[in-house]
């Protein structure tokens, strides 16, 4: 046939054929795929959630806007109407120095909002039955209230003797230093406060980010309003004070804006100093937790006795990990099919259940046959051996079968006993020709007479006396089906 002229098996296709092993049930055709959702979009708490779960808020934002709006107006226009008064009269640095406050600002003030402030994740229905279960064994009894009375855990930390409160919503005993935020309905590790300004709790992860914005805007309103009544007075020794207000409106409202916030916001950073050098909270120095007043022998014991350390701690430690996992995905959960008690391989795990029979078993396996070969079935006992003690009122193996047909010789009661080891190594040969491979296959099995083939390989040498005594001694038909299927295992 020529290269490239046609024959028969030009137009010849091939069709792929596929061996993935598929479900009665699953369609031919491709199946759709199902988006596997994050955990963010499942999530208990009280929390608003975007750019696919990296940003984390809590659900009341309105201050936070208002926050940004203050910001940015009031920096905007001191940017657009006192810097180039200032840049040309005074230095050109005022500019500059104000624009990385500003960024400083909003960078830190976006990182406390839009971050996770150390929430704890709820527990599981299982480990809450099972912590439920212990409180329960603990206390002797089970309350049949709504809201059974508070419980508590106490734990030593340096010395100090602390309570650990079981939260009722989360499930868990609160680790020291956590507290449950009513707002956001969660559970924050080393809880300080809730701040509505930031649109966020304030807790482990975030609170040094919250020190430096509320540090660094006080920086930036201080700075903002110095310059701006400086702006005005180099206006006013020239054209006066009401044409100095007159040309510049913008630095007024700038003016007045810094006058009402600056306190609050100095007065804000100095408290959380104080906090940040003796390591405290907000909720604990509220509550009063390490105060003198409560004992003489009451002291904080996370402080670690200098201020120094105690900053370099809270501002310099490293950031722990986030605990939700908000942008991992949802597990299903996944059913284990039951192993059979019945001896019936389940679908699916067939191929396992061949692969854990080994050489070892197989020989178990073919002296089971072997035996029942050597062995007249009785019609009563089809799976009776030759080592059984013979019972009253039934027949032994040396007795006459009462089911064999008329004229047929019944067994002899001499014949040898056949043990296992006898039988595996002089009765039946096993193939060998496969590596050891040991199975009997239902034409190896031993046969009544007339149903031996004429290429029979049981024509052995070896086992020519076993086929002389079933040519003699016929057994019973259900005893030779009996025989038939244990040959076919």
Known sequence: MPPGGGGPMKDCEYSQISTHSSSPMESPHKKKKIAARR?????????????????????????????????????????????????????????????????????????????????????????????????????????????????????IINGQTVKLKYCFTCKIFRPPRASHCSLCDNCVERFDHHCPWVGNCVGKRNYRFFYMFILSLSFLTVFIFAFVITHVILRSQQTGFLNALKDSPASVLEAVVCFFSVWSIVGLSGFHTYLISSNQTTNEDIKGSWSNKRGKENYNPYSYGNIFTNCCVALCGPISPSLIDRRGYIQPDTPQPAAPSNGITMYGAMQSQSDMCDQDQCIQSTKFVLQAAATPLLQSEPSLTSDEIHLPGKPGLGTPCTSLTLGQPTPPSSMPNLTAEATLSDILPLKDEHGGHQFLTPDEAPSPPRMLGSGSPLTHSRTMHVLGLASQDSLHEDSVRGLVKLSSV
């Open 39 to 155: 955990k963010w979009e499942v999530f208990p708490g009280r929390n608003k959630f975007f750019c696919n779960g990296r940003i984390m808020m809590a659900r009341q934002t309105g201050v936070f806007y208002l926050t940004l709006i203050l910001i940015l107006v009031t920096s905007g226009l001191f940017f657009a109407f006192d810097c180039p008064y200032l840049a040309v009269k005074i230095t050109p640095a005022i500019p500059v120095v104000g624009g990385i406050l500003f960024f400083f600002v909003m960078g830190t003030l976006l990182r406390t909002s839009f971050s996770d402030p150390g929430v704890l994740p709820r527990a599981t229905p299982d480990e809450a039955a099972d912590l439920e279960r212990q409180i329960d064994i603990a206390n002797g009894s089970s309350s049949g209230g709504y809201r059974p009375p508070p419980r508590t855990k106490e734990v």
